[in-house]
């Protein structure tokens, strides 16, 4: 598969990603009973797997890897803090405010990362 091939998944990946959880943030703001779904818990597992999946074939592809090139680093520590929020937000904030908040920065975190990618800057200036 070529370069831009992988490239072209990986973004349509990164989209897949953002919209579904910005989706189940909306859910758990409206306290819909659709975010205790089977699929809705396990769809974001298989789309995250073959992000992550891409942007290693990416990344190998390149030649170019996190700790080597800044922005990659840059991208890599977003996505852990990230990660840290969207299961704040979703799963285990105790309390409302605390989930939305934490939902707030992971959509912004999130916005930073897909920034980075773009300009492949870390501090987007």
């Known amino acids: 598969m070529s370069y831009l091939a992988v490239k072209h998944l990986h973004m349509t990946f990164v989209a897949m990603s953002g919209l579904f959880f910005a ?3 909306l859910w758990m703001l409206l306290d819909s009973a659709l975010l205790q779904q089977r699929w ?6 298989i789309v995250d797997t073959l992000l992550l999946a891409s942007a290693f074939a990416l990344a190998w592809m390149s030649g170019q890897y996190p700790f080597a090139q800044g922005w990659l680093t840059a991208k890599v520590l977003g996505l852990v803090l990230y990660i840290a929020l969207g299961t704040i ?4 904030g105790k309390t409302k405010p ?8 992971a959509l912004l975190v999130f916005a930073y990362i897909v920034g980075v990618a773009v300009t492949r800057q870390p501090t987007l200036f």
């Open 23 to 25: 989706t189940r943030g």
């Open 40 to 45: 809705v818990k396990i769809l974001p597992h």
């Open 89 to 92: 937000a979703l799963k285990r």
């Open 98 to 105: 605390v989930r939305i908040a934490a939902f707030i920065a």
